[in-house]
């Protein structure tokens, strides 16, 4: 496994435990695929769905400030250094999808963690 794929599922794994410990939400289906088939594949097949998956949903729906930057879409269009893993076709509808719901990068700073 390269440098990069190794970096992206680790970033895919570290936004599922921040999801689960700052938000409550624990996405065990969203953490089965990546065990199952990687954090590449789980991004496109997410990614490529018709709509927005519940996840999405449920990391926008989080109190006044949307935790959409925990999202795929977010993980993939965010990080350039990513870009190269994903078909133009791909990273279209990550970025429409973020669009369709106002999406800003940083738009809400993350909540300061107690020393």
């Known amino acids: 496994m390269s440098d990069l794929l190794r970096k992206f599922e680790a970033t895919m794994c570290e936004n599922y435990h ?3 410990d700052e938000l409550g939400y624990d996405a065990k289906k969203y953490a ?10 789980t991004a496109k097949t997410l990614i490529n769905q018709n709509a927005p998956t519940s996840g999405f ?14 999202s795929v879409e ?3 269009i965010d ?24 999406y800003q990068p940083n738009a809400c ?7």
């Open 32 to 41: 089965q695929m990546l065990r199952t088939i990687g954090a590449v594949e």
């Open 79 to 102: 990080n350039p250094e990513f870009h190269c893993l994903f078909d133009a076709e791909t990273l279209k509808k990550a970025r429409f999808r973020l669009r369709q719901f106002n």
């Open 74 to 76: 977010a993980t993939v």
């Open 18 to 20: 921040v999801a689960k």
């Open 109 to 115: 700073p993350n909540p300061e963690k107690p020393n």
């Open 57 to 70: 949903e449920r990391l926008w729906n989080k109190g006044k400030c949307p935790r959409l930057d925990l």
